[in-house]
């Protein structure tokens, strides 16, 4: 039987690995206050092309991973139909099995519509269990894993929306005899996607926007609904200009801007007494149901309208592609320092073929410790067009 300190140090590692947690401050008035949320792994980028332009992809051209980060671009791809399997290490200057792995795939129905889906694994690794002298009793595999279908639809020639229904399943401290149980939850995305051409000097160039408004839905619970916490619900609007330079030579830049819709947990007030506090964090937190919680994180930080804007945070990425065959990639992502301090630069590159595509990026963190800091992630993809083609010629 595992006893209640290993129980803590497991939930408090899972805590760890899924979401960083910065204390240093950039202004020693700044009180760290980050939005805090279940399932974290929700809000890892799972694959290399976005994460090699510092997280960002609501408005990039569309490619088969559109489904993480706006699914409305699936009914503007070339391709008919696509497959991608990613894989992200986590944590890998500590541990050596706590992983990302994610696949998703699409296929366009016709001109205007499209379905697709993604699944994701998060394992956290094997966790031994101890008992109270300290021996070690077994042990357990925490894990994270989330599924979703979207259907996608152009409203017009330049403008679609998609619906997602995601399942979420969080596993990350079973234990029945203690009354543990393993976190359930059902969540949507409601998703548009802009794109048209406009003329920068001589050159006819794509501009696009994208809306994700991701994981509306339920609250998770680990202890049969006695307490529960908010999913990872977020905003996420970007913009994207490609300039062709050329016939072969095109560059893209794009930008993103992210807001958890989750509200802030309120602090203690000075004078106030702990059974005050937790009456009042019930009344104005605890209690929230997830649809009242979206529109009072707009205006809930403790430190007003200051601190309301400290929780966005923002991408910017630059993206030059050769002949659409070989693309180099870079970015930057901020978060301010009380919210969680993520700032980091991404350098990625991708190599692209008729049939498949390999794509690969790499963190350097500049602030604090970042669980991808001079980590390697990869991603295949494969294009069903082109693979019907050259299953087509060898037949011939």
């Excluded at 240093?24 to 279940?38: C, E, Y």
């Excluded at 050596?96 to 795939?105: K, M, W």
């Amino acid at each position: 039987m595992r006893n209640k300190t290993t129980k803590t140090i497991l939930l408090l590692a899972a805590a760890f690995c899924t979401q960083l947690a910065a204390n240093a401050q950039d202004d020693p008035k700044d009180i760290f206050n980050p939005v805090s949320h279940g399932v974290t792994s929700l809000a890892i980028a799972p694959d290399s092309r976005g994460g090699g332009m510092g997280d960002i992809g609501a408005a990039t051209d569309p490619d088969v991973n559109s489904q993480y980060w706006n699914p409305a671009k699936y009914p503007f791809t070339i391709s008919r139909a696509g497959l991608a399997v990613s894989y992200t290490p986590w944590l890998r200057k500590l541990v050596n099995d706590i992983d990302l792995a994610y696949v998703a795939g699409y296929y366009r129905i016709g001109d205007w519509q499209a379905i697709s889906a993604s699944l994701r694994y998060f394992s956290l690794g094997e966790v031994p269990i101890t008992g109270s002298m300290g021996e070690q009793l077994s042990s357990i595999s925490p894990y994270e894993m989330a599924v979703d279908v979207a259907y996608s639809r152009m409203l017009s020639q330049r403008f679609s929306a998609a619906v997602a229904l995601r399942f979420i399943y969080s596993d990350l401290a079973y234990n029945r005899d203690e009354g543990m149980r393993p976190g359930k939850a059902f969540g949507a995305d409601i998703a548009l996607f802009y794109s048209d051409y406009i003329m920068l000097g001589q050159r006819e160039c794509m501009i696009n926007w994208g809306l994700n408004l991701s994981n509306i839905g339920s609250k998770i619970s680990y202890d049969g609904g006695n307490s529960s916490e908010f999913l990872p619900t977020n905003f996420r609007t970007g913009v994207s200009l490609m300039v062709p330079i050329d016939n072969y030579n095109i560059i893209s830049i794009s930008a993103d801007v992210n807001k958890l819709m989750v509200p802030t947990r309120p602090m203690q007030q000075e004078g106030e007494s702990e059974v005050e506090y937790q009456e009042r964090l019930d009344e104005e937190y605890r209690d929230l149901s997830p649809i009242k919680g979206i529109f009072t994180s707009w205006s809930d930080a403790p430190g007003g309208f200051k601190e309301e804007l400290r929780e966005f945070t923002w991408g910017l990425g630059l993206e030059y592609s050769y002949n659409n065959q070989f693309k180099v990639r870079g970015g930057y992502h901020w978060e301010d320092a009380s919210k969680g301090n993520r700032k980091y630069f991404s350098v990625g590159a991708g190599f692209s073929m008729s049939v498949f595509s390999l794509d690969a990026a790499y963190l350097i963190s500049t602030a604090q410790s970042n669980p991808l800091d001079q980590t390697l992630r990869f991603s295949l993809a494969f294009d069903m067009d082109g693979l019907k083609d050259l299953i087509g010629r060898r037949r011939r």
